[in-house]
């Protein structure tokens, strides 16, 4: 793996020194990323009788990088983000978490308690629970949390679970019913849900389709305070959610099951390939 630059992160801890204050944990706890990428995928192949879905992709994540993935439909997102959580096995190819983490040969249990968390694009909450009561759950399910569901929650897990509703935008919500949410508040919802068991490297496929206006900006504001507490990749066809989140970094183009391009919004808005294969002119 390439030695991937990055001011916030202890090469010889391989840990970020930085401290999120409400989280107040490091971002790569116990996860040795000491060449600075999260997750390294090289020469990744999927075939399905025949087809390559994935065909020889090869990309990494920085420590606290907020990735974007673009594409045409059937470029291989979904495929490789079941490849990185253990739904898929590739034909070829490997996938690395950290130094060490071998996601090929991990189940998906296994990989979610490594500290890698999904979201897909239809959102799966508890509808019948309060906000509060999911997002209560959430916190219980994680690995070294070992309470009776909905036992008394010490004040260190009622301020995590109020520090989440916060930045997730339902603070005054936690009382309603999870299914009487709109359906962008049920995307923030299910992030909280994820934020709380506190994932190392956050999947999210199409955050914001099916959102108003007004909910896609405030999920644009959401993620970019994520931005360096957590490594996040994001799967969108919203380009102009796309160019909000992206900033500068880097923003990947699939195509065929392989990078077709690579670079800032800017840069590959300008790239001839991807003007023809995806965006048009």
């Given amino acids: 793996m390439k030695k991937v630059d990055d001011p916030g992160l202890d090469f010889e801890t391989g840990s970020r020194t930085q401290r999120d204050p409400s989280y107040g944990r490091l971002k790569t706890e116990g996860l040795d990323t000491t060449h600075g990428a999260i997750l390294y995928l090289e020469d ?78 239809r959102p799966t909450v508890f509808e019948q629970h309060t906000v509060f009561e999911n997002l209560e759950l959430a916190m219980q399910m994680k690995k070294d949390v070992r309470t009776t569901l909905f036992a008394r929650l010490t004040s260190e897990q009622v301020g995590r679970i109020e520090d989440i509703l916060k930045l997730i935008r339902l603070n005054g919500e936690e009382r309603r019913l999870a299914g009487l949410l709109s359906h962008g508040q049920k995307q923030w919802l299910e992030i909280g849900m994820l934020l709380m068991q506190e994932p190392l490297l956050l999947l999210l496929d199409e955050p914001v389709a099916g959102m108003s206006d007004a909910e896609t900006a405030r999920t644009a504001e959401l993620l970019n305070e994520l931005r360096g507490r957590h490594s996040i990749m994001v799967v969108e066809h919203d380009m102009a959610f796309v160019s909000e989140i992206a900033r500068d970094g880097k923003v990947t183009v699939l195509h065929e099951g392989s990078v077709l391009a690579q670079g800032t919004m800017q840069q590959v808005q300008a790239d001839e390939r991807v003007i023809e294969v995806y965006l048009g002119r």
């Fill in 44 to 121: 990744i192949t999927v075939s399905f009788d025949g087809f390559k879905a994935l065909n020889k992709l090869t990309l990494d994540i920085s420590v606290g990088e907020l990735r974007c993935i673009i594409g045409p439909n059937g470029a291989g997102k979904t495929t490789m983000m079941d490849v990185i959580t253990g739904k898929t096995r590739p034909t070829f190819g490997s996938a690395f978490f950290g130094q060490t983490i071998d996601l090929t040969r991990l189940t998906e249990y296994e990989i979610a308690h490594a500290g890698i968390g999904r979201k897909f694009q």
